[in-house]
């Protein structure tokens, strides 16, 4: 027998050994319970830290974190052509969530007429830009906000009231050139100013006529607060002019049956048929005169009424309790309205941009009627104020003489008098002590006493 060369041999040999080998690692590498060099993790692996997660019980989900309860706060505050709408729509929220909150909140607020420049807007929204909760703060009646809170899937809207804490206040002023420049002299704003003016001595000083330099002015008046903001003024308590021309003392008393009215010292109403002016206003343009040269026909003719000067939109008040007779358009005088009053009196608002009120309307003093404008036969915006008795124009200065006012009924006096008698002493306290200091000692007054 022949036997191959040996190099087949070795060959074959060599072939042999290779396929044994392969087939006992694979063998191993396919067992999981036997260990190899190459199971084991590397120095780098081996120094990581692995934090597990909580055990959690089987018949217990894992918590989970929905995207609508991720929520965050925004706060806005309205501009001077600023609305809820717009503020809604910078911050992106959806048309449908924009309507819902509209919804909602038509129930509590009108945005149309209530909402002014500086109202807050502070919402909070999930990450869905839905509402979770919504509070408006109006800008005047901060006391006041509007609160809406998501309860389920329906947005719930209240009206809020938080109670403002009332400090008594007294100051006095000397006029120099105005009283509202010697108001502001003190600190104070022009809504003070306007309050004694029109409200206090409405029917009895005409401010633009009486006051001389040198003139003196005590007042004890109510400052409101939310915690320490100044909100607004409440009623003034007390008022004391000392003039060269008039001198008048002003204290407000509510009677038992809750009537609050301003009296003089002898205690007889400051209150008379009429006020002395119909709005506020920068100045009398064109007085009452049977012999003016009218700047529009160029000939003389009588100007029956007063003009007063101011701008635009400036509001206008009915100057007694009356009966709407006129609202509308009336030839040269423009928009008009005509009001009749007791005793045979009737006043006339013309050249108004807006009208208030309607025919037929029944309204008290202070009563809104119109909005200053220049409608008709007009240079320029202002109010053409007449003031007619028995048929026959009469100069608006003249009114209220021989107006008898109401006295207090006697069985009020002797407490009109502690009233005007601890009201006085606070007034004098303020000579000698700032306001703060006066305020602070008129914290807790008697029961009786109490401002109302």
């Given at each position: 027998m022949r036997l191959p060369p040996r190099s087949t041999?070795?060959?074959?040999?060599?072939?042999?050994?290779?396929?044994?080998?392969?087939?006992?690692?694979?063998?191993?590498?396919?067992?999981?319970?036997?260990?190899?060099?190459?199971?084991?993790?590397?120095?780098?692996?081996?120094?990581?830290?692995?934090?597990?997660?909580?055990?959690?019980a089987a018949d217990k989900p894992a918590p989970s974190i929905s995207v609508s309860q991720i929520r965050h706060q925004v706060a806005d505050t309205l501009g001077r052509d600023g609305s809820i709408y717009l503020t809604l729509k910078s911050h992106a929220l959806p048309e449908l969530e924009i309507a819902r909150l509209g919804q909602a909140l038509a129930g509590v607020f009108d945005a149309q007429r209530e909402t002014r420049p500086g109202d807050v807007?502070?919402?909070?929204?999930?990450?869905?830009?839905?509402?979770v909760s919504f509070e408006y703060t109006p800008f005047r009646e901060p006391e006041m906000p509007v609160v809406i809170e998501r309860v389920g899937d329906r947005l719930q809207a209240r009206r809020d009231t938080i109670e403002l804490t009332n400090r008594i206040w007294a100051i006095e002023v000397v006029i120099e050139d105005n009283l509202s420049n010697a108001i502001a002299e003190a600190g104070e704003g022009d809504a003070l100013t306007d309050f004694v003016v029109d409200y206090v001595f409405g029917s009895v000083i005409d401010f633009h006529r009486d006051p001389r330099r040198?003139?003196?002015?005590?007042?004890?008046?109510?400052?409101?607060?939310?915690?320490?903001?100044?909100?607004?003024y409440g009623p003034v308590l007390l008022a004391r002019y000392e003039g060269q021309v008039t001198s008048q003392l002003g204290i407000q008393y509510k009677d038992p049956i809750g009537i609050a009215e301003y009296y003089d010292a002898n205690g007889t109403s400051l209150e008379r048929l009429f006020l002395l002016k119909p709005m506020q206003f920068r100045r009398i343009s064109s007085k009452f005169n049977?012999?003016?040269?009218?700047?529009?026909?160029k000939r003389n003719m009588p100007h029956l009424g007063t003009d007063y000067a101011a701008a635009p939109g400036t509001d206008v008040w009915a100057t007694a309790r009356g009966l709407v007779t006129v609202a509308g358009r009336n030839g040269g005088y423009g928009k008009m309205v005509e009001i009749e009053h007791p005793n045979g009196y009737r006043t006339r608002y013309a050249h108004l941009s807006r009208i208030l009120v309607r025919k037929g309307q029944r309204i008290r003093k202070r009563d809104l009627v119109g909005q200053v404008g220049s409608t008709g036969r007009a240079t320029g915006p202002h109010l053409h104020y007449e003031l007619i008795h028995n048929g026959s124009q009469i100069d608006p200065r003249s009114v209220n003489r021989g107006d008898e006012p109401r006295r207090l009924a006697s069985s009020y006096r002797e407490a009109f008098e502690q009233r005007k008698r601890y009201l006085a002493s606070l007034l004098d306290d303020s000579r000698h002590?700032?306001?703060?200091?006066?305020?602070?000692?008129?914290?807790?007054?008697?029961?009786?006493?109490?401002?109302?």
């Open positions: 041999i070795a060959f074959w040999g060599l072939l042999t050994s290779l396929i044994v080998v392969t087939f006992i690692r694979t063998d191993l590498r396919a067992r999981p319970w036997v260990t190899t060099a190459e199971s084991e993790p590397s120095t780098q692996e081996a120094a990581a830290v692995i934090v597990p997660l909580p055990a959690v807007i502070v919402m909070v929204l999930d990450s869905l830009r839905s509402v040198g003139d003196r002015l005590g007042l004890v008046f109510t400052r409101r607060y939310l915690g320490s903001r100044f909100i607004r049977r012999k003016r040269f009218h700047p529009i026909l002590a700032p306001p703060q200091v006066v305020a602070d000692a008129a914290r807790r007054p008697p029961a009786a006493l109490t401002a109302p």
